[in-house]
């Protein structure tokens, strides 16, 4: 009788018969189950656009692992969309998914000890979840992202599915009609994919290349193009070569790649909810806590090369076609960290060097030639957030870099859109959002219906936001989130009252807000900390285990 060599540990021997029955049940052979047993975190669904097309990837990974040399074994997991979530308590849940995801796939990899790990994912916190159980795992892991969404195109322009949202301001002005809305609604996300602009979905897939963990040239090819099939193919081949040189996640994900991916982050101008999601993947790659000071010191020091929407009329699909992340760390390159590995088993130094530069200077430029000469996300402090607040210089009109006004203080986004919406907030406010954080929201919702309902109001370019919850990758205008400690911690965000006046000044990265320290320090003797009423469920949990916004809002 032929004695199989079994590759995973747990199915060899008398001990591991069991096992092998329990598999062969479902048509696994003894000659697949000798190979490596990779497994695919399969986060289809069709409730997500920027995941609908995962089924299909999935299959041409299973088949680039067999063609590896591995055996392919699938399970799934959640993915929440962030557009259909905002505006309602749903929103709550979004932030707080990632840290499930994460959960979720350590439990299923370390009950069935497989050999190597790919993850399939694509929108805003799926793929930094996805990321942090990797770092986690530290098994050899490969990311692949399912590709953004091309525009939509308006009266020959070009936008982001965020158009609807603009177009309710529109509306409410008079400037369209109800049959133009209606026009909008059903052109404005033309097909799948995460969403066309250079939001969180898209950062983090950048991210995931920049850090070495996808492969080279992946994270920006559009989601309809048959090269995503190819590139999931590839990294199906990858992981199995990988689990061969033994070369694990935490390999990969180094202090110097995670600087290398903060420099992207400013090179790019991307959302500002990667900070977080590299603190938390650098936490869980058992590297410790990634001080917001850190990316304070790179965003003074590495320059904005790279301008997309919502910082520029360029989409993702320019981006791709102006060579993408690797065309971004070419111009880079004397700044980088050179010598750090990615999942083709290369040095980033190796990659780079066949590289040419980028022919569209309309999105990448050269370092010599920047759109700003400091990264386009920056790090705030002052007495508003001692512990630090960020804002995205990128997407931020000239004249609202440096602002004085009074504050319009609201309990609630609900509260601040109808506000806004019934032209009760005037030009030149600051309009201060609080009780959003990680425990006040709870979850740190973003804040991406009010700044959308100021740039329909045409008060974009005079107001400012400010609040200790998030925004979304998609906001432009003079915002400024994660404010910590948060207001529901007793943060001096829960002492400002309408009227006070805050200072917002970004080339000095400072927040104030200009009240005597006596008259804020007998605020906080009649300050009581409000409760919001909370379904049963996980919210309560991740109140309570959660933390600052400046240390990731990562739970434990």
């Known amino acids: 009788m032929e004695e199989y060599q079994y590759y995973n540990q747990l199915l060899k021997g008398d001990g591991g018969a069991l096992k092998r029955a329990l598999y062969k049940s479902m048509g696994f052979t003894d000659s697949a189950l000798e ?206 070569e990988l689990v061969v040189k033994n070369i694990t996640a935490r390999k990969i994900i180094t202090k110097d790649s995670i600087y290398n991916a903060m420099a992207v982050l400013m090179g790019i101008g991307g959302s500002t909810n990667a900070i977080m999601h590299l603190q938390a993947i650098h936490k869980e790659a058992g590297l410790g806590e990634l001080p917001l000071t850190l990316f304070d010191e790179l965003s003074r020091r590495i320059p904005q090369i790279a301008s997309v929407y919502p910082a520029s009329p360029y989409d993702m699909v ?70 630090g607040a960020v804002v995205k210089p990128a997407a931020m009109p000239g004249h609202l870099m440096r602002i004085e006004g009074k504050a319009r203080v609201f309990q609630s986004e609900q509260e601040a859109c109808h506000a806004i919406l019934d032209g009760l907030v005037e030009k030149n406010t600051i309009v201060v959002l609080r009780y959003e954080g990680p425990k006040g929201g709870p979850g740190m919702p973003e804040m991406y219906r009010p700044m959308k309902c100021l740039e329909g109001m045409n008060l974009s370019d005079s107001c400012a936001l400010v609040t200790d919850g998030r925004f979304s990758g998609s906001n432009r205008g003079c915002f400024v989130g994660h404010i910590s400690p948060e207001a529901y911690e007793g943060g001096t965000l829960a002492l400002v009252e309408n009227g006070d006046i805050i200072r917002i000044d970004i080339d000095n990265r400072e927040i104030s807000l200009l009240v005597e320290d006596a008259v804020l320090n007998e605020r906080k003797r009649h300050w009581i900390r409000p409760e919001k009423e909370i379904s049963d469920g996980y919210l309560n949990t991740y109140k309570k285990i959660s933390q600052s916004a400046a240390q990731g809002a990562v739970v434990g």
């Open 35 to 240: 190979k490596p047993l990779i497994a695919i975190v399969n986060t289809y669904t069709n409730a997500t656009p920027g995941h609908f097309n995962i089924n299909e990837m999935c299959e041409q990974v299973k088949k680039g692992i067999e063609s590896g040399g591995g055996t392919a074994m699938v399970f799934g997991s959640i993915a929440p969309c962030d557009g259909i979530a905002e505006g309602h308590d749903g929103m709550r849940y979004i932030l707080p998914s990632r840290d499930l995801i994460t959960a979720s796939v350590e439990c299923m990899v370390r009950a069935h000890k497989f050999d190597g790990l790919v993850l399939l994912g694509s929108c805003d916190k799926i793929v930094p979840g996805l990321l942090m159980a990797a770092a986690r795992l530290d098994i050899p892991s490969v990311f692949c992202n399912s590709g953004p969404m091309m525009p939509a195109v308006y009266k020959d322009k070009h936008y982001d599915g965020n158009i609807v949202t603009e177009a309710i301001g529109w509306k409410q002005r008079g400037e369209i009609t109800q049959e133009e809305f209606r026009e909008i609604e059903n052109l404005a996300e033309p097909c799948v994919g995460s969403c066309a602009m250079l939001g969180t979905a898209n950062t983090m897939g950048c991210m995931a290349e920049a850090l070495g963990m996808s492969l080279p040239g992946s994270a920006a090819v559009p989601a309809i193009h048959s090269k995503r099939m190819q590139i999931a193919y590839t990294t199906g081949e990858a992981v199995v």
């Open 318 to 387: 320019d981006f791709y076609e102006a060579g993408g992340v690797p065309s971004v760390m070419k111009e880079l390159e004397p700044l980088l960290r050179l010598e750090c590995l990615n999942i083709t088993g290369h040095t980033m130094k190796e990659s780079l060097k066949q590289l040419g530069f980028s022919k569209r200077r309309e999105v990448i430029r050269s370092i010599s030639d920047p759109f700003h000469l400091t990264g386009g996300v920056a790090v705030l402090s002052g007495n508003l957030a001692p512990l």
